[in-house]
């Protein structure tokens, strides 16, 4: 099985900054894509940006020059590093993987973390 890990969410004042992280374990021969995406309250989950094995990066227009998405291939782990924080950023962030599980195959399986909240308010 493989599990993601979310850490470094939480309240901070608009103009701030928070840094996400997400670690992946478990029986993981590989890693593709990974991304960060969020949930507002009454809102559908939307991509916030995504990185891929080779590092090219995608990012929704609302966070452009705001958010860097990084990844530490030796450490499973994906960041998601948030400046200039807005009171429309405040949604509950999920972590998402596509993971090779096996030698030899190609066929990647896509997990999901538990999400942690980002609260942005003065």
């Known amino acids: 099985q493989v599990q993601l890990v979310e850490s470094g969410g939480g309240l901070v004042q608009p103009g701030g900054s928070l840094r996400l992280s997400c670690a992946a374990s478990?029986?993981?021969?590989?890693?593709?894509?990974m991304g960060w995406y969020r949930q507002a309250p009454g809102k559908q989950r939307e991509l916030v940006a995504s990185?891929?094995?080779?590092?090219?990066?995608v990012y929704a227009d609302s966070v452009k020059g705001r958010f860097t998405i990084s990844r530490d291939n030796a450490k499973n782990t994906v960041y998601l590093q948030m400046n200039s924080l807005k009171a429309e950023d405040t949604a509950v962030y999920y972590c998402?993987?596509?993971?090779?599980?096996?030698?030899?195959?190609?066929?990647?399986?896509?997990?999901w973390g538990q999400g942690t909240q980002v609260t942005v308010s003065s």
């Open positions: 478990g029986s993981i021969y590989g890693i593709g894509a």
């Open positions: 990185i891929t094995g080779g590092d090219t990066t």
């Open positions: 998402n993987a596509n993971v090779r599980l096996y030698r030899g195959i190609t066929r990647e399986y896509s997990y």
